[in-house]
């Protein structure tokens, strides 16, 4: 079973993962969380400046998951392969021909795995962002960026009529057991 968990940036989506796969392992489920690879390459080169990088990681971000799936029966995310298009979609200068070129690579392994995904869980903005390691090189509007980006990784979905379960609740405890519930593992967990 393949979980992504998607929505804007400073949502708890890194947080959920990791509190659902930490319960799913302690109730004995064979479970890894797959770590955002757009977060080790932010830490490692500093935020991406092309759309080539989104490529990479789009790439990387495909690779990691697949090495997960080799090894586990539940897989959960915190990004996508496909999310790297959204960003892409930013960068793209669509009178450069590279880019364009670059554009269609990155929009291509999206169509590829966007489908792979069990379930997909979307956390709505609920929370103002906080500057970390990742988004400390963002504007200081970083409230106003990540609902641009929410809105477009909503469109992405829609376009490509992707099913997505809505999470409404703000409670990480609350948010795994709904979680939990709607994959088919009805036990409640408490911390």
């Given at each position: 079973?393949?979980?992504?968990?998607?929505?804007?940036?400073?949502?708890?989506?890194?947080t959920?993962v990791?509190?659902?796969?930490?319960?799913?392992?302690?109730?004995?489920?064979?479970?890894i969380?797959?770590?955002?690879?757009?977060?080790?390459?932010?830490?490692?080169?500093?935020?991406?400046?092309?759309?080539?990088?989104?490529?990479q990681?789009?790439?990387?971000?495909?690779?990691?998951?697949?090495?997960?799936?080799e090894?586990?029966?539940?897989?959960?995310?915190?990004?996508?392969?496909?999310?790297?298009?959204?960003?892409?979609?930013?960068?793209?200068?669509?009178t450069?021909s590279?880019?364009?070129?670059?554009?269609?690579?990155?929009?291509?392994?999206?169509?590829?795995?966007?489908?792979?995904?069990?379930y997909?869980?979307?956390?709505?903005?609920?929370?103002?962002?906080?500057k970390?390691?990742?988004?400390?090189?963002?504007?200081?509007?970083?409230?106003?960026?990540?609902?641009?980006?929410?809105?477009?990784?909503?469109?992405?979905?829609?376009?490509?009529?992707?099913?997505?379960?809505?999470?409404?609740?703000?409670?990480?405890?609350?948010?795994?057991?709904?979680i939990?519930?709607?994959?088919?593992?009805?036990?409640?967990?408490?911390?």
């Amino acid at each position: 079973m393949k979980i992504a968990i998607i929505g804007a940036s400073g949502q708890g989506k890194t947080t959920l993962v990791k509190s659902l796969v930490g319960l799913l392992k302690s109730d004995h489920y064979n479970a890894i969380d797959v770590v955002e690879y757009a977060r080790s390459y932010i830490e490692k080169n500093g935020l991406p400046e092309s759309i080539w990088e989104q490529l990479q990681i789009s790439n990387g971000q495909w690779k990691r998951e697949r090495r997960a799936n080799e090894k586990y029966d539940i897989v959960v995310c915190d990004s996508t392969a496909w999310l790297a298009s959204v960003y892409a979609s930013y960068m793209m200068d669509k009178t450069k021909s590279k880019d364009v070129y670059a554009f269609r690579k990155v929009l291509k392994r999206a169509l590829e795995t966007y489908s792979e995904y069990d379930y997909c869980f979307y956390l709505p903005k609920m929370f103002e962002v906080q500057k970390d390691s990742v988004r400390s090189e963002w504007d200081d509007d970083l409230n106003k960026q990540a609902e641009t980006i929410d809105k477009k990784v909503m469109a992405f979905m829609e376009l490509f009529d992707i099913k997505y379960i809505r999470v409404e609740c703000t409670d990480n405890m609350d948010r795994v057991n709904y979680i939990r519930q709607c994959i088919g593992i009805d036990k409640p967990l408490v911390q």
